[in-house]
């Protein structure tokens, strides 16, 4: 089965650049989704298809997807952005999500 | 748009529940949906999806032929058949919309606990 792997933790600084790698066995073949999933929440959508972003959500948050590893990039990070972030995609009629990976906004 | 599940509960080793999660809000009809569960301090793992008119299911290897989608469309709702549980079955069970054209889930509900007593 396919298996997607996240950094465990990545720490920011407020207004800085936070990236998130999703690797994965020709991953760049495949479309990637991104959650952003706040203690006792839901997750929520914030890229899909590798680099769209769903209505609502802000224009910090991108993502890129080539060779084996997506990447989403929040941009001048904010406290708000502190989460669980997970990776998302699709091989032979099933799901995978990446192993996940806690962002602190130090 | 709003996806609410309810069901959850505890439940001992090798029995039943099923779970429900109605939709409102959007034409239900019109979407792929999925059961996707989280685990005590865990991540997130896909369960089982349904096409629009229920004709067509998948699920992940570990719980094949012990969880069972389905769906009723004129009712708007989405349900997760669960028997022979095991402790691992222990999690907060999501149900979630496709994007309709895309491999993602752009809407889900607030969760429902199952707990798997051994």
């Known amino acids: 089965s396919h298996e997607l792997t996240q950094p465990p933790s990545v720490s920011v600084s407020p207004g800085q650049t936070a990236s998130i790698s999703c690797s994965g066995d020709k991953l760049g073949d495949k479309y990637a989704s991104w959650y952003q999933q706040k203690p006792g929440q839901s997750p929520v959508l914030v890229i899909y298809?590798?680099?769209k972003r769903p209505s609502g959500i802000p224009e910090r948050f991108s993502g890129s997807n080539s060779g084996n590893t997506a990447t989403l990039t929040i941009s001048g990070t904010q406290a708000m952005d502190e989460a669980d972030y997970y990776c998302?995609?699709?091989?032979?009629?099933?799901?995978?999500f990446g192993t996940g990976t806690k962002v602190t906004v130090l | 748009v709003l996806l609410v599940e309810s069901g959850g509960g505890l439940v001992q080793a090798g029995g039943s529940l099923r779970l429900s999660c109605t939709a409102s809000g959007f034409t239900f009809r019109s979407h792929w949906m999925s059961w996707v569960r989280q685990a005590p301090g865990k991540g997130l793992e896909w369960v089982a999806d349904?096409?629009?008119?229920?004709?067509?299911?998948n699920y992940v290897d570990s719980v094949e032929g012990r969880l069972t989608i389905s769906r009723d469309n004129a009712k708007d709702s989405l349900y997760l058949q669960m028997s022979s549980l095991r402790a691992e079955d222990t999690a907060i069970y999501y149900c979630a919309r496709h994007l309709i054209g895309y491999i993602t889930f752009d809407i889900w509900g607030q969760g429902t606990m199952v707990t798997v007593s051994s």
């Open positions: 349904i096409n629009e008119d229920g004709s067509v299911k």
């Open positions: 998302q995609a699709w091989d032979i009629s099933a799901f995978v």
């Open positions: 298809q590798n680099s």
